[in-house]
């Protein structure tokens, strides 16, 4: 068994292949429907009735994949800290075991952290490449949080014409130091960042938003961005939560989520929409899922020129971590990477 720790991760996962593992298990899911399962993931919520904390979550997310030689489990345990940011650690912390079932074996033992930002990034920098216009030239990043980093450097990975990007955070000292650090790790990419004060000066000439926020409310209507805009969100991971408004999502051409069953439960934007009396949104106008969006299924819509307005939904699912998890495992086995622990 060997451990792999954060760093270790980091160096030798790339987003290119993150995004190249994700598509290959879509394709895979689509061809072989039983070769990867993932029951829904468990959400336990933390200190609800605690004032000296803020509310987070616990998440249990397991999934078996069979690759046509060999299958895998895949365990990934998660917990959200909202207040992390202020004790100078990462909001979400999370570790994930990946056995042989064949015989029960743990093969490795990884930190989850880096997985978890690479692989949610990767849904996002997906579902830009097939749903995003053409020509986009810019992007907004609205909440300069721990996943905001990846989720920028996936989409500037499907879309490296992109030359500017704009900057918003609740607070302005988030975004300062997101664009120090993003030019600072990111040094490849010739893009502008420029950090806005108002987020309406962020998202207005925007092709592209990305939002990776823990808002309560949508934040923003459809007079104030670009009719052919697309947005990834990937915040507002329980029903409570909420950064995409209803107008926004009554008025998306298409809309595609990561996983149908999880969504239905956890995506607080379209929870909302579908049950406010006032939003003639229904699940029956969801385009699609992200499989549909790989494999062709959706590819009419998204071959049209002029699409309007598109929105990318995403809440993870336990299979996406697991061939992230999987794919490092491998790796690591061929290059003895890690710690072997026995």
Known sequence: MQWLNKETVTKHLTMQAT?????????????????????ERLVIETFSDNDKNSTGSHLSMPATIYDGTQEYTAVKLVTICPDNPSRNLPTTTAIITVSDNANGE???????????????????????????????????????????????????????????VYLWNRSMQGAESFKAQ????????????????????AIKDADIINLATRSDKGLFSTEQIKPN????????????????????????????????????????????????????????????????????????????????MTLFKSVGAASFDAAVAIYITQLAQQKNLGTVLF
């Open 229 to 308: 805009v697309h947005i990834n969100a990937v915040g507002a991971y329980l029903p409570s939560m909420k950064e995409v408004s209803n107008e926004v999502i009554e008025n998306s051409s298409m809309i595609v989520v990561d996983d149908l069953v999880g969504c239905r439960h956890e995506a607080g934007d379209l929870i909302q929409a579908y049950k406010a009396v006032d939003c003639t949104w229904t699940w029956d106008d969801l385009s699609g899922d992200l499989q549909a969006l790989v494999t062709g299924a959706l590819k009419q819509q998204t071959m049209k020129s002029d699409k309007g």
């Open 182 to 201: 993003f030019a600072r790790d990111y040094h490849q990419w010739d893009v502008v960042l420029k950090v806005c004060e108002q987020l309406e000066d």
């Open 106 to 164: 743990i093969l490795a033992v990884m930190d989850g952290i880096y997985i978890t930002q690479v692989r949610t990034a990767a849904l996002s920098g997906i579902a830009t490449k097939y749903m995003a216009p053409d020509d986009c030239q810019s992007v907004a990043v609205v909440g300069c949080g721990g996943m905001a980093y990846e989720q920028l450097h996936a989409v500037l990975t499907v879309r490296p014409e992109i030359r500017v």
């Open 19 to 39: 995004i190249d593992t994700i598509e290959k298990l879509l394709h895979l899911q689509a061809e072989h429907p039983n070769w990867a399962k993932a029951p």
